[in-house]
């Protein structure tokens, strides 16, 4: 699938996504019976060709005004791209949220629909609003934003007829949070004891020489504490935070139990990056090693072989071929790798984790499921076309 | 009693199923059979009417994740559904119904037909008339300092794009006597400017055969240019046409517009592809892709300029004469002022606005020149 996407340049990609949401959903079977995605890659690709009628507009003539005012009142361009991104980010989660719209409109269990009530300029006002203090305030008000944000999105989400509803309470999140705080803090701490080294550090990382840096500070030890605890923070925020999130969450009568074990996930996102990184450092030492060996047998000694490039050797090893041949051997070996990393992450990374939390969902007042009755189809026209154009980034 | 065997029928197949119909949420415990007689599957439930799904009709979901259970659709019902949890129930439907892997007819063909092309129309319409509108407009209510700052910014990502390696910028040429030599030329051919129009003139170590201007007089020359002119008078005739776009704020135009069109192409293109639109965007600034009537411009002001510096416009039409005989016909050729059709009749200009009976004073040393040449060093 990968392969056929970069063939079309990038068009199967909406034909890929919505095979991949297909498998992906079927794997979730709250109560026994699995999710099925009824989404359409024509419609994908149809949202997606609306929203660049409409976005090519907006970013043909934004950008252009904002690097005109930013060159001729400031005369640079930094203000220019910072205006832009500015300018984008409450149009990012318009998208987002129309984006999850459409998912849940083609989204079906037990026969029924799900469907998300409009709201995308409340959502992105919201959301402008968390960040910014989120922001202001060093990411210590995080899990109230993503608390309220989850109770948007929550409180206007129907299955069936039967409007979903978030309990809980806007602090609640805080016990999830409190290893990225204890990592956070001590990362702050590691820094500010070692500030007086850190200029020659981060110079002596420039310019990949070491040998006049030397820690004398015993502080640099902490680094070894603060990022590994930072690491293990983030992930427990984001699993337990997402335990709270969904066992307070109703259908009704009917609730949710999930029970996602933080050293299940730690292990699978450990062993999946170690698996998609070294897969690709071998490729890349088998790529070198025959670059290597090529360029031995073009004449070129050990020693000029130890001492070149991979462009130089690059070069001698393809000086006798054609040069689109060499540049196809490049480009090849560059979707080479990006076909891999796709494919380790869905296999090793978002697979695992999705059924984990698959398989640690229960559900508690089924019965009253069978009192909810379909709702209408969403058209949802634009079908998550705007996210696509704006590479709002979504796993699947 | 006797059973009429149809096709790899089993005997009378009696199978379990859960139902769904589709308006609620609750599963119904079904009895399935074959119904020979309507050559469909019989879908029993306690206290309802039975359902019939003739058997042509029967399709299985796609791209399920696991193989122990299959649901099962009606091609022209898109709710109701029906689960099948045993290997036995599947492999009947595998048998008896025949379409189960049939695809879904293509709707929307037309509507997919339109949009596309107004998506493409939407995008052509934004780079090749409005950005385009946008841009020559605002290039001139770009202030000075703007300009300057405009091009410099577009210096840099030049020089990081002809580096090879495409993450250094490409070195400057400074030896100290070519600079110098340089400085001479302009003064010579520009003795009175003002702040406004002050020129930065560089030279890039690059074997390209070019010339290009920047926003905010910006000049620059390539190495590969330096080595193929042969006359002081001959570099002065291509300062003195770059100069031509500067003062008729043709780079500014040019840097807006492409600042605008990358970020549609980079919209339409995905993060993937947009890379190679930004590649092409700054291509197109060296390739400095003016129009026609630009270069004439550029180029009766540059006779001018020569003429008032009493230096004979005709250089620039034995430049032009000479690439044109080394490089051949334009077509192909990277360099810019070969990449225009008209160069026969430019070479004709030059000739034309010089007049017969005028007297040139020489512009540089014969040392001035060798150090001028030899500004990028060994
Ligand atoms: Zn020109």
């Known amino acids: 699938m990968g392969l056929l996407t970069i063939l079309t340049v990038g068009i199967y990609r909406f034909w890929a996504r919505t095979r991949l949401r297909r498998w992906y959903w079927s794997a979730l079977r709250p109560g026994g019976f699995p999710l099925e995605y009824t989404g359409t890659p024509l419609e994908k690709f149809l949202g997606f060709l609306v929203a660049v009628v409409i976005l090519a507009f907006y970013i043909g003539v934004i950008n252009l005004v904002l690097i005109f005012l930013s060159f001729s009142l400031l005369s640079a361009p930094g203000a220019a791209y910072l205006l832009t991104i500015l300018g984008v980010i409450p149009l990012w989660f318009f998208a987002a949220y129309r984006a999850q719209r459409y998912l849940l409109a083609r989204t079906r269990w037990m026969g029924l629909r799900f469907g998300l009530e409009p709201g995308a300029w409340g959502y992105a006002l919201r959301a402008c609003f968390h960040w910014f203090l989120t922001l202001l305030t060093l990411g210590i008000w995080h899990p109230r934003l993503r608390y309220a944000l989850a109770r948007y999105r929550h409180n206007r989400t129907f299955f069936g007829t039967q409007r979903m509803e978030q309990g809980g309470n806007r602090t609640m999140l805080y016990p999830a949070f409190v290893h990225v705080m204890i990592g956070g803090f001590l990362t702050l701490g590691a820094i500010y004891e070692t500030a007086p080294e850190l200029g020659p550090f981060f110079a002596a990382l420039e310019s990949e020489d070491f040998s006049s840096f030397e820690a004398s500070s015993p502080s640099w030890r902490l680094f070894y504490i603060a990022i590994p605890w930072l690491i293990f923070g983030l992930v427990y925020y984001g699993v337990e935070g997402r335990k709270l999130l969904i066992n307070t969450l109703s259908v009704g009568e009917t609730g949710f139990d999930i029970r996602p074990r933080i050293g299940k996930v730690l292990w699978i996102s450990i062993s999946g990056n170690l698996a998609r990184y070294g897969a690709v450092t071998a490729l890349a030492m088998v790529a070198s090693l025959l670059l290597i060996g090529g360029a031995l047998t073009q004449g070129l000694t050990m020693e000029e072989v130890s001492e070149g490039d991979p462009e130089t050797l690059f070069r001698a090893v393809t000086q006798d071929l054609p040069g689109w041949l060499s540049t196809a051997v490049v480009v090849v070996f560059y979707f080479l790798i990006f076909l891999m990393w796709n494919v380790l992450t869905h296999v090793f990374l978002t697979m695992p984790t999705w059924r984990h939390y698959a398989e640690t969902l229960n559900l508690t007042g089924t019965p009253h499921l069978a009192t909810i009755d379909q709702r209408a189809r969403d058209e949802s026209r634009e079908a998550g076309g705007f996210a696509e154009a704006l590479d709002v980034g979504a796993a699947i | ?378």
Not at chain 2, 20 to 44: F, N
């Open chain 2, 1 to 378: 009693m006797t059973t009429i065997r149809i096709g790899a029928a089993p005997e009378a197949y009696e199978g379990k199923g859960l139902y769904l119909d589709g308006a609620s949420a609750e599963p119904r415990k079904a009895e399935l059979r074959i119904d020979e007689a309507r050559r469909a599957l019989a879908i029993l439930m306690p206290r309802k009417d039975p359902v019939y799904w003739p058997l042509t009709e029967i399709r299985k979901l796609p791209d399920q994740s696991e193989q122990d259970m299959a649901v099962m659709r009606l091609a022209k019902d898109p709710l109701a559904r029906l689960i099948l949890t045993t290997a036995q129930d599947q492999e009947i439907m595998r048998v008896r119904a025949s379409e189960l892997h049939r695809r879904p007819p293509v709707e929307g063909k037309r509507r997919l037909v339109v949009w596309g092309a107004s998506a493409l129309g939407a995008v052509a319409l934004m780079i090749f008339v409005l950005i385009p509108f946008l841009a020559d407009n605002l290039a001139g209510l770009l202030p000075a300092s703007g300009k300057r700052a405009l091009g410099e910014s577009v210096f840099e990502d030049v020089r990081v794009a002809l580096d090879r390696t495409g993450v250094d910028p490409l070195p400057l040429c400074e030896g100290p006597e070519g600079l110098a030599a340089l400085e001479k030329m302009g003064t010579r051919l520009f003795p009175n400017q003002s702040e406004e129009e002050a020129l930065v003139v560089h030279v890039l170590d690059h074997e390209m055969v070019n010339a290009f201007a920047l926003p905010g007089g910006i000049i620059v020359f390539m190495r590969g240019l330096l080595e193929k002119t042969e006359t002081p008078e001959e570099l002065a005739a291509v300062y003195a046409h770059e100069v031509g776009h500067v003062r008729a704020l043709d780079p500014s135009r040019i840097a807006l517009r492409t600042t605008g069109s990358a970020g549609v192409l980079g919209l339409l293109l995905g993060d993937f592809a947009g890379g190679a639109a930004v590649l092409f965007a700054t291509n197109r600034l060296i390739q400095a892709d003016y129009t026609q009537e630009a270069e004439a411009a550029a180029d009766a002001f540059a006779h001018q300029a020569m003429l008032d510096a009493d230096l004979a416009p005709e250089a620039l039409a034995t430049l032009f004469k000479r690439l044109r005989e080394e490089y051949g016909e334009p077509e192909g050729v990277v360099q810019y002022f070969l990449s225009h059709p008209s160069l026969g009749d430019r070479i004709e200009a030059a000739r034309a606005a010089t007049p017969a009976d005028a007297t040139f004073r020489p512009l540089l040393e014969a040392a001035e020149w060798d150090a001028l040449r030899g500004i990028c060093g060994e």
